[in-house]
C-alpha cells in the first residue's frame, strides 16, 4: 500500500493536469460524425484545440459557445442555441458533445432545460443526436472529463436491452483516456481472435489514427457509429478498462442489463492476462495460436529487458489510471519507483499503485521528488521535458499531450503487444545514456571511508553496455 | 466585471494613433472594434491569451495565471519565443481554483499565498499575475491582491487583466500594453542611456528571430534597451523610457504604446518590418535616420547605407540559387493577416506569385499596403472556410500554402506543400539571414518528391493491377 499524499499548495508550478472539458472533447472525438462543442469563452477552445492538434497532428473540429462578457452575466443559453445552429448548418455532424466549462457552471445554469427547450423549438436540430457533459475546469481532470462525456453518451443514446443476441456475439469495449489508437486496435484484434465483435466506447483507433480522406470532411471521420451505440445493450459482456471508466460502465449495465467488468489496467503480464482470460470466458473459447505466440513474445522481451529496469530508479507522473497502469509495470520488471504523482486525487485505487508514497501534485513535485529519489528516468507527457533537462535524464513520454514526438496514438501500451514494445523503448531509452567504462569508473577500488549513500550513489552511477 | 476594466477597455478601443479608429465615425467609435463573435463558428484566442503571448517574453519574471486549470494547464510552454538567459517564463504557474475555492470565495487569499510561494522560490524581479474568466466572475480583486503583495513582499507584482470573455487575442495584446504602460514602463531608471538606444515593440522573439536582427543593430552601433516582449528581461522595459527611438513591429497590436511613450517622453515611433530584404533595409535606414534627427552621431547613416549595401549584395547572392525553381510559383498566404504585408513584399521580391492573402485582422492601412503590393483588392480574402480551402488547394490553385498550424492539416490532407509562418513556427525568418531561410525553407517544400510519392496511386487503383481485376470480378 502506497501513502498518499495531497501536495495541495496555493501555487501549482508546472501543471501535470489536463482539463476535464478537454478530457470530454477527446472522447466525444472517438464519435462518428461528431463535432466537440466547449460552452464557455472562446479562449477555453482555443487552448483545447491547439493543444490536441499539436498531439494528434490532425485537423480537429472544436467548437466554442464564444461566451463573451453579457452572455456571462445574463446566461449562456442564446449562445449555446445559436452555437448548435450554427455548427449544424456549416459542419452538418451527426452527433454534437457539448463539454461545459468553469465559467458557465460558477454561474450555475440549469443547460439541461435549456438544451431541451433548444431541440424542441429548433427543427433543424432534428437530425443530430446532442449529448451534454458536465466538466467544470475546477473540478478532477482529463479522466472526469472522459469518463462523464462516455456516460452522458450512455445515457442518452444506449437504448434498453430488445433480446436479439447478434452473430458473432458482441463484447463492448470502454477504453480510458489513455488508450491509444494502438491499444484499442489490440483490444478489437484480440476480442475478434475470440470470436466476439466488438463495440469501443469511444473509439479514437477510427477517428483520430491519421488517414488521408479523399474529400474534406469537417467533422470526425471514422468513431464509433451512433447506430452501435444504441445497440451496446446487445453485448453479452462490457469490458471497462481503468478505474475512471467504472461509472459508465456500471450505467450502461444498470440501463441494458449487460454484465460489466472494470479492469484496472492492460499494461503487464499480468493484466494483459486477465484480459484475455475475461474474453475466454466471455466467449467459451480457449485462446488462439496467435495471441499464445504474442505472449511468449512478451515473456522474451522481459528476459532480455529486464537488465535495464532491476534496481533502476524511476519517476512517474501522470493521471491516475494511467499511474497506476505504469508503476505496475516498472515494479513487475524490478523498477524503484521513487517519484509517484498522480495529476488528481480522483481515484480509488491511488493508494494500490506499486509505490511507497502517491504524492497528488504537479510536474515540480515530480521534478523535486526525482532529484531527491535520484531518478535515472522520467516518465510523464511532453510537458516533463523541461524538468528532464534539468535533471539530465531521459524523458519516457507517456499520457497527454506528447507534442514533441510523432506517433503518440500509433504507440501502444496494453496487451501482450503494447507491453513488449514498452520494455523494448524503456531498454533502449537506458541503453542509449549508457557510457563504456574506463578507469575512472573504478578510481575508487580501495575505497575511502564506506558510506551506505555512497555505495548506492556508486552502484547507480556506473552502468555498463552489454 | 469592475469599472476599472470596463473603461480601460473603452480607452484602449478609442486608440487615437489608430487608424482604423480615427477612420470611424463617433457612433461607430463608441461601439468599440471588437466584432461579436459567433457562436458555433468562432476561432482563435482570447484576451487573456493575448495579453500572455504578449508579456511572457519578460524571462525573468514569473507569470502566475488566477483561475481554474484550463487557462494555464491547456496552454503552458506551447511557443517557442527564446531566451538568451533566464528561463523562469517558461515555467507555468496557476493557482489552479478549486470548487471550495470559489463556493467560500478563497481566491484572493489563494492568490496572495501563491505570490509568496513564487517569489519565495523563484526570486523573480518581478510576478505578472493575470486575471482569467471566473476570478473576474465572481469579483477577485487582482489589483488590490497585488497592491498588498508588492507592499508586503517589495517585489512588484503586476495586474494583467484581461479575462478571455472581455473580447479576442488582439484586444489582449493591446490590454497588455496598457497593463506595461501603467505599472512598468517608466518605473526605474536605466543604468547606461547611449544616443542610438532603440526600443522595439511587438516582436516576441519568436524562433529566435530577434536574434537576426540585433547583430545588424550591433554592427551599425544602435543599441536595443529593449524588445516588448521578446528575450526581454523586467528592468531593461522598466527603464525603457530613455530610449530615442521606438519601432513597432507586428502591425499596430501594441501602438499605444508608442502613442503613450511619445506622449509622455517624447519618443518618436515608426511602423517597420524586418520581413523581407527591402522592408529590413528600410527599417534599419528610418532608424538610423531618426536617431540621427534627434543628436546621433551622422556617421549612422553612412555605417548604415555601407551594412545595407553589404547585406543586400549578400543576401541576393545566397538566394540566386533558388530563385528559378521558386519565380512564378503560386502562394496561399493566410496569416492571421497581421503581418501579411510584410511576407507579401518578401514573397514577391523573390518572383514567386501570391494567389489569395487573408486580411481578416489587418487593418485598413495593412489592407492598402496589400493593395498597392498587389495591384488592387481581387487577391485580398477575409477568411476561406476549410472546406473551400481544402478545395482550391486538392485542385492545384497553389503550390503551397503558408499559414498558422490551425490549417495546417488542411493543406497537408489535400496532399499540397505547406509551411509554418505563425507564432507557433520553429523557424526564424527575419533579417537578410531570415529571407535566404525562407527562401531555402520553401524550396525544400516545394522540392521534396514526397508530394510525387503521396499522390501515388495505390495498386488496386490502377485500371490494369491484378488487384483491382480481382475485386472487379469478385464483385
Known sequence: ?466 | MNEALKSRIAAVFNEPACPTNNAKTEKERRKGCSKPLTPGAAAGGCAFDGAKIALQPITDAVHLVHGPLACEGNGWDNRHSGSSGPQTYRLGFTTDLSEMDIVLGNGEKLLYRAIREAIARHAPPAVFVYATCVPAMIGDDIEAVCRHATGKLGTPCIPVNAPGFVGPKNLGNRLAGETLLAHVIGTREPAVVTPTDVNILGEYNVAGELWQVKPLLEAIGIRLQATICGDARYNDIASCHRARVNMMVCSSALINIARVMQERWGIPYFEGSFYGISDTSDSLRTLAGMLVARGADPALAERTEALITAEEARAWARIAPYREALRGKRVLLYTGGVKSWSIVSALQEIGMVITHTSVRKSTDEDKGRIRALMGGDAHMVDSIPPREMYAQLARGEADIMLSGGRSQFVALKARTPWRDINQERHLAFAGYDGVVALVAELHRALTNPVWQEVRRPAPWECADAPAAAHSAAGG
Open chain 1, 1 to 466: 500500500m502506497a501513502e498518499l499524499v495531497n501536495a495541495r499548495k496555493a501555487l501549482m508550478t508546472n501543471p501535470l493536469k489536463s482539463s476535464a472539458p478537454l478530457g470530454a472533447a477527446l472522447a466525444y472525438l472517438g464519435i462518428a460524425g461528431a463535432v466537440p462543442l466547449l460552452h464557455g469563452a472562446q479562449g477555453c477552445t482555443s487552448f483545447a484545440l491547439v493543444l490536441t492538434v499539436r498531439h494528434t497532428r490532425e485537423a480537429i473540429p472544436l467548437q466554442t459557445t464564444a461566451l463573451d462578457e453579457v452572455a456571462t452575466i445574463m446566461g449562456g443559453a442564446d449562445n449555446l442555441e445559436q452555437a448548435l445552429v450554427n455548427l449544424t448548418k456549416r459542419m452538418k455532424p451527426r452527433f454534437i458533445g457539448i463539454a461545459t466549462t468553469a465559467l458557465v457552471e460558477t454561474r450555475g445554469e440549469d443547460m439541461e432545460g435549456d438544451l431541451r427547450l433548444i431541440l424542441a423549438r429548433r427543427p433543424e436540430l432534428a437530425g443530430v443526436r446532442v449529448v451534454l457533459a458536465h466538466t467544470p475546469d475546477y473540478h478532477g481532470g482529463l479522466e472526469d472529463g472522459w469518463s462523464r462525456a462516455v456516460a452522458a453518451i450512455i445515457e442518452t443514446i444506449v437504448e434498453p436491452a430488445d433480446g436479439a443476441a447478434p452473430l458473432p456475439p458482441q463484447v463492448n469495449l470502454l477504453p480510458g483516456v489513455h488508450q491509444t489508437a494502438a491499444d484499442i486496435e489490440w483490444m478489437v484484434e484480440t476480442a475478434q481472435a475470440f470470436g466476439l465483435a466488438a463495440v469501443v466506447l469511444p473509439d479514437v483507433s477510427q477517428s483520430l489514427d491519421g488517414t488521408v480522406p479523399a474529400q474534406y470532411v469537417a467533422t470526425t471521420l471514422g468513431g464509433t457509429a451512433l447506430e452501435d451505440i444504441v445497440r451496446m445493450g446487445r453485448a453479452r459482456h462490457t469490458i471497462a478498462i481503468g478505474e475512471h471508466m467504472r461509472a459508465p460502465a456500471e450505467l450502461l449495465s444498470a440501463r441494458t442489463g449487460v454484465p460489466a467488468t472494470v479492469l484496472r489496467s492492460l499494461t503487464g503480464l499480468g493484466p494483459a492476462d486477465e484480459f484475455v482470460a475475461l474474453l475466454s470466458e466471455i466467449s467459451g473459447r480457449p485462446a488462439p495460436a496467435g495471441l499464445r505466440r504474442q505472449r511468449s513474445q512478451l515473456l522474451d522481451a522481459m528476459l532480455d529487458g529486464h537488465f535495464q529496469f532491476g534496481g533502476r530508479r524511476v519517476a512517474i507522473g501522470a493521471d491516475p489510471d494511467l499511474l497506476f497502469a505504469l508503476s505496475g509495470f516498472f515494479a513487475a520488471l524490478g523498477a524503484d519507483i521513487v517519484a509517484a504523482v498522480a495529476a488528481t486525487a480522483n481515484a480509488p485505487h491511488l493508494a494500490a499503485c506499486a509505490a511507497k508514497r502517491v504524492v497528488v501534485g504537479d510536474l515540480m513535485d515530480l521534478e523535486d521528488l526525482a532529484r531527491a529519489g535520484g531518478a535515472e528516468l522520467l516518465v510523464t507527457h511532453s510537458h516533463g521535458r523541461q524538468a528532464a533537462e534539468r535533471l539530465h535524464i531521459p524523458l519516457l513520454r507517456c499520457g497527454f499531450p506528447v507534442f514533441d514526438r510523432l506517433g503518440a496514438l500509433h504507440r501502444g501500451t496494453a496487451g501482450y503487444r503494447g507491453t513488449r514494445d514498452l520494455i523494448f523503448e524503456v531498454a533502449n531509452t537506458v541503453l542509449a545514456g549508457m557510457h563504456t567504462h574506463g578507469p575512472d569508473d573504478f578510481a575508487s577500488a580501495i575505497p575511502p571511508p564506506f558510506t551506505a549513500d555512497q555505495e548506492k550513489h556508486h552502484a547507480g552511477a556506473s552502468p555498463v553496455a552489454h
